[in-house]
């Protein structure tokens, strides 16, 4: 998934978890979770995704694992540059933390901690673990309220779509 980037001398994780807010906003489009990611290196994004589990059927097309295999696939090597940082919208859960130490990412920024499943900060701290052989330093916060009021949203509509549809089977058993 490509990403046309304006040049710019703002750079910032500002800039750049705006890019991945817009991913969310391509999966919400389809019925998915609202999760986007980029990962940038050199100031240029070297992969994007957005989540894509139901379309693709696949457990694992999470924002940063779609992210991960566009920037891997991009570079022809399945680690990532020394200065690759993951901006993602919503907290990594346990795979996608895994998959970002296989691949050596040097920092993940994320916006909203995720309550059921996050494995930065939330439910689980998986790097506070002293095993793993790599380890990345993260960030939260950035673009908090937007990305959050994002969730909140799909998932409001969501359930008025499935009420809706509760209320249409009530009245047709009538």
């Excluded at 019925?31 to 589990?53: L, R, T, W």
């Excluded at 992210?67 to 859960?93: G, H, M």
Aim: glycine fraction near 4%.
């Amino acid at each position: 998934m490509s990403i046309d980037v304006t040049i710019s001398e703002n750079f910032n994780d500002e800039y750049w978890m705006q890019l991945a807010y817009e991913q969310a906003a391509l999966a919400a489009s389809q019925g998915e979770i609202p999760v986007g990611a980029v990962i940038v290196s050199q100031e240029k994004v070297i992969g994007a995704g957005y989540n894509a589990p139901i379309k693709q059927s696949d457990p694992t097309a999470h924002a940063e694992i779609q992210a991960l295999r566009a920037a891997c696939q991009s570079l022809n090597n399945y680690r990532l540059p020394d200065d690759a940082i993951l901006y993602v919208t919503l907290e990594p859960c346990t795979m996608c933390v895994g998959a970002l130490i296989h691949a050596r990412i040097k920092k993940v920024v994320f916006a909203t901690t995720e309550p059921k499943a996050g494995s930065l900060v939330s439910a689980r701290q998986l790097l506070e673990n002293g095993y793993y052989n790599h380890k990345f330093v993260f960030e939260q916060g950035c673009m908090q309220a937007e990305c959050s009021s994002q969730l909140s949203e799909f998932f409001k509509q969501r359930r008025e779509e499935k009420k809706k549809i509760r209320l249409l089977k009530t009245s047709l058993n009538d």
